[in-house]
């Protein structure tokens, strides 16, 4: 059973260092749309390329009163990332703690 247990460690760890960095890109591109960036330059595209499958859904589920004005779907991205960090992370570490010590 230590290596089942194992194995979800290291994907809760996985997952965790992922969404981490997620957060961060979507971070830094919410602050980074403030100055109004150059839309050709490598590191807006890298941002743009990277959050924007995760930000799309959720401006699109937004009711279209929301949709034009401030964009808040970075704030609801924020909030998803956090709940499955708490969630679904500490959950695989319960299992396979649990696993591994009985």
Do not use: C
């Amino acid at each position: 059973m230590f290596i089942i247990s194992n194995f979800l460690i290291a994907l809760a760890k996985v997952l965790e260092l992922t969404l981490t960095i997620l957060w961060w890109l979507i971070l830094i591109r919410a602050i980074i749309s403030w100055v109004n960036p150059d839309p050709y330059n490598p590191i807006v595209l890298f941002l743009q390329k990277t959050t924007e499958p995760i930000l799309y859904p959720i401006r699109r589920l937004l009711p279209f009163t929301l949709r034009y004005g401030v964009d808040i779907s970075p704030i609801i991205a924020f909030l998803l990332i956090t709940f499955i960090k708490h969630f679904v992370v500490q959950t695989l570490l319960d299992i396979a703690i649990k696993l591994k010590f009985g």
